[in-house]
Structure formats: C-alpha cells, structure tokens
C-alpha cells in the first residue's frame, strides 16, 4: 500500500511540475514580436503581389500568343499548308479512282479566291472539271514530287488558267499539256 501511495504522490508531482513547466512566463515573448509579425505580413503582401503580376504578365504571353496564332491561321502560307494536305486527301481517292474526287475539286476551287477568279474569267462549270480531269488522268498521270498533277493542277492559279485556256482537243494537244504541267510542277519544287 506504500508503494501505491508513494506512486500517487510521484504522479501528482509530475503533473504540477509538467503544468508549471508549460507555462510560460513574462519573457516567453520576444520584445519585439508586433515588428516581426508585420514583417511577415508584408512579406506574404508582396509575395503576393509577385503571384499577381507574374500571372498578369503570364496572361498576357497567353493572350499574345493567342492573337499570334489568329493571325497566322490567316496567312497565305499557312493555308497553303492546309490546302496541301487537303490535295494529299484528293490525291488518295483519285489514285483510289473516286467518282467524288472532281466534286470536291471543284467545291474547293469556288471556295478559294483566287481560284474562283480564274473559274469566273472562263465560265467554267462542274463539267468542264470533269472533262479537263479525265483529259489529265488520259495525259498526265503522273507526279512531282508528292503532287499528284491530274489534282494539282486544280490548287494553283496559274495551273487552273493553263488548263481552262488551253482545251485538249487531241492526242497531241493532251502531250504538250502535259508536258508543261510535268515542267511547271517540277519547276514548283525547286
């Protein structure tokens, strides 16, 4: 029973001495605590501040970049490269013999300026697409590089007002038409 009791009385000791221990006393604090924490909260202000303006500034790179890229859709050059992987597609379902291809052909052509000036110069109808294209498929089945000219010829102006000026009537006029376009698109290339 001694033990018991000598065990409450150490207990009980240790408790009064934890709680004085945790208890801090007058200089706990530094003198200078209201400095150091306005210190840090100008610290987390202009940190935050920081965040703001390089999200600001990262804002407007998205913005530039964005308007960069507006632009560029509208470029010349950039259609052209969409225009060309549009002629691949072509080139596939001519060498696939679609009945289709000279009706995309042509609803690409009236869609693009330049090519429509040309159609309208001519008053070319979807029937004479069909009949220049199977002249070129009969004379120039060939390519250049990667174009295939029987499809190419239809993507550039001066290809289109070649062959909207210069009708095949004969052997003879389908070999000097194709003569020149196989020259022209190789010269295209270089």
């Given at each position: 029973m001694?033990?018991?009791?000598?065990?409450?009385i150490l207990a009980l000791l240790l408790n009064v001495a934890t709680v004085f221990a945790d208890t801090p006393d007058e200089?706990?604090?530094?003198?200078?605590?209201e400095k150091i924490m306005q210190e840090k909260k100008e610290r987390e202000a202009q940190l935050q501040r920081e965040i703001i303006q390089e999200l600001l500034i990262g804002g407007a790179v998205l913005i530039v970049i964005f308007v960069g890229v507006a632009k560029l859709s509208n470029t010349r050059?950039?259609?052209?490269?969409?225009?060309?992987?549009?002629?691949?597609?072509?080139?596939?379902?001519?060498?696939?013999?679609?009945?289709s291809v000279v009706n995309e052909i042509y609803a690409f052509c009236i869609t693009r300026e330049y090519l429509r000036e040309v159609i309208a110069k001519h008053n070319a109808?979807?029937?004479?697409f069909e009949k220049i294209y199977h002249d070129l498929m009969t004379y120039c089945n060939a390519e250049s590089g990667k174009m295939f000219i029987p499809v190419a010829t239809f993507f550039f102006a001066s290809s289109l007002e070649y062959v909207l000026a210069n009708k095949i009537k004969?052997?003879?006029?389908g070999e000097k038409v194709a003569s020149t376009l196989k020259n022209y698109f190789d010269h295209l290339r270089q």
């Open positions: 001694r033990k018991i009791f000598f065990a409450i200089d706990f604090m530094p003198q200078d605590f050059k950039f259609q052209f490269v969409k225009d060309y992987f549009y002629m691949q597609k072509l080139t596939n379902l001519a060498k696939n013999e679609s009945a109808t979807l029937n004479d004969s052997r003879a006029d």
